[in-house]
């Protein structure tokens, strides 16, 4: 390639440290893509003639052909993958190969390709996710009246329902599913057309070309065309937060399958043994999951790092922006397939979560509500007198409701036996009717709204 330029060839360490054919062959679909989109383009307008083009064209699906029943054979001398199809192409065609590079360079090139491919994989990761809600759906109406302990701190607070616990996680997922979808509508730009930097003199057509590869428009200005990567910066970002949100369900998962709490038991399938106590089941799954923020944010550091400080245009640095965003997208494929699995298959155990539920005096706040609703007291005196009422349950060793009225009347009068009609697990729950509360209807309402958002 650099013949016309150099009288000799590079060091065998400068070929080593120069090529990315073992990183972006994964590219070569978006690469033959862009090409034969480049093609026809170049055929419309004149530049290549038909014949030849149609020549090319040909050379590119058989390449196609070949590479999609087996591996590349990778040369470090041709550095990347659109050297290997040029090479491929001359090897079938001849000098006629030559011709598909008029009115292009591999920044323009790689530029459109790596977008290519970021918006297939936001598809990929979006449609992990969408699996996902629907598991999570499936099992949120399915145990939208099981109760459970809600917690702050990892210290009982009030009671809610599984199901409403488990919507919360949706939620964030609707949320990452925004993020991804928002970073696809901003790289559906094309760079095709805009050459190495300064765009080209041939009468192209980018508007056909950006057309034929489903972007919504040409990029505005070629210096920021070949040199931007914001929308792999953006992709690896978003996998980072749906990563966070994974994680978090993952440690959920961890510590309610320990004895301690007992709230679930994990499938065989995800789950691994010891291999000296044959009693262990553990949730491996899961702590790798919880893991994988690392991987993400790995990923960002390293195309922040990379294209900090970067001046325009095009900079060789920017040849090892790929391999974080291919780690970051299969990273995420992976942990969505089995988060997926493990919410799908997972047993969980109501029995235990409900007799935790009440644990703590999670119901403190219904008696201090029923005192502000029932008894006209103030909200901060309505805390006050229900503090001395935790303090007298705990003496006595029983919960809010197990004490006598006599003695909650001795903390105020204006208690009376309708108090206990608020005090059970069951009831609180039930009373969080507000919208977007744990009430068991509202659980129910939003599972119902929910699967209409997945349709």
Request: net charge negative; hydrophobic share 45%.
């Amino acid at each position: 390639m650099w013949g016309g330029r150099f009288a000799e060839g590079p060091a065998a360490i400068m070929q080593e440290i120069n090529a990315s054919i073992g990183t972006d062959k994964r590219m070569w679909r978006e690469d033959i893509a862009a090409s034969r989109a480049h093609l026809a383009m170049l055929a419309e307008t004149g530049i290549v003639s038909r014949a030849d083009a149609a020549k090319i064209d040909a050379g590119l699906q058989e390449i196609a052909d070949e590479w999609s029943q087996g591996p590349i054979e990778e040369d470090l001398a041709l550095e990347d993958i659109h050297m290997h199809v040029e090479a491929k192409l001359r090897q079938r065609l001849g000098p006629v190969a030559g011709r598909l590079h008029t009115a292009r360079s591999r920044n323009d090139q790689v530029a459109t390709d790596f977008r290519l491919w970021t918006r297939a994989a936001a598809d990929r990761v979006d449609a992990g996710i969408a699996a996902m809600q629907d598991a999570l759906l499936t099992r949120s109406e399915e145990h939208a009246d099981t109760l459970m302990p809600g917690f702050t701190h990892l210290q009982g607070a009030q009671p809610v329902t599984l199901g409403h616990h488990l919507m919360a996680y949706y939620e964030m997922l609707r949320r990452d599913r925004g993020r991804f979808a928002d970073c696809r509508r901003r790289l559906n730009e094309s760079p095709l057309g805009s050459a190495a930097l300064a765009g080209t003199g041939f009468p192209v057509d980018r508007q056909m070309t950006a057309r034929a590869l489903g972007f919504d428009a040409p990029t505005r200005n070629s210096l920021d065309a070949v040199s931007d990567r914001d929308f792999a910066l953006e992709f690896a970002s978003a996998g980072l937060q749906l990563s966070l949100h994974l994680s978090r369900l993952a440690e959920e998962i961890v510590i309610w399958a320990s004895q301690p709490y007992g709230f679930v038991t994990l499938p065989d399938s995800f789950s691994t043994g010891s291999s000296i106590m044959p009693q262990k089941r553990n949730p491996d799954a899961a702590e790798l999951i919880r893991a994988k923020p690392g991987t993400l944010l790995a990923a960002v550091t390293r195309l922040a790092t990379m294209m900090k400080g970067l001046p325009l245009a095009y900079a060789k640095d920017m040849q090892e922006d790929k391999a974080p965003v291919f780690e970051a997208h299969d990273t995420l494929i992976l942990s969505l397939a089995a988060m997926t699995g493990m919410i799908r298959d997972i047993d969980f155990v109501p029995a235990r979560m409900g007799a935790v539920a009440g644990a703590g005096h999670s119901t403190a706040t219904d008696l201090a509500d029923w005192l502000v609703r029932e008894a006209d007291v103030p909200f901060r005196d309505a805390h006050h007198i229900t503090g001395r009422a935790v303090a007298a349950a705990d003496a006595a060793g029983c919960t809010l409701a197990e004490l006598p009225l006599d003695t909650l009347r001795g903390l105020d009068e204006r208690i009376d036996e309708r108090i206990f009609g608020v005090l059970s697990v069951e009831r609180s729950a039930a009373s969080r009717t507000s919208y977007g509360g744990t009430a068991p209807d509202q659980v129910r309402a939003r599972v119902a709204e929910a699967r209409k958002e997945l349709t």
